[in-house]
């Protein structure tokens, strides 16, 4: 019997915590489990309070596309990759889980590309 290639089940996301300040904190979670999606929410609102940003109170959470070399998918890859040479190596060579949390400013074009995908 012949096996069958198992399509992949990995999902991707955009995180963001819209907050009163002059930036958000975004997040790209690349996962076969939903549940991490919310460990990764979890871990935004923790550093939320921890550097006591004024939040709105509202968590933005937008399926992706599965397929990587979709438009939304390569835009947030794209962004997050700017950062550094690890991070994108990380992105690069992961193939089941990554998360990424950052910052950007709202005046920031990157910023308004990112919201534009929720």
Known sequence: M???KRKSKVAHYLV???L???FRLHAYVMTD???YVTAV???MIDRVEANRWPALGIILI???SNDPADDGVALVRKIIMQADKETKKAIETATDFHRSIF???KSHPDDG???ELH
């Open 20 to 22: 009163l300040a002059p």
């Open 16 to 18: 963001t915590v819209e």
């Open 62 to 64: 937008t399926k992706l």
């Open 113 to 115: 590309r990112l919201m």
């Open 103 to 105: 910052l950007l400013a």
């Open 41 to 43: 929410g979890n871990q």
């Open 2 to 4: 012949k096996a069958r």
């Open 33 to 35: 489990d939903e549940r």
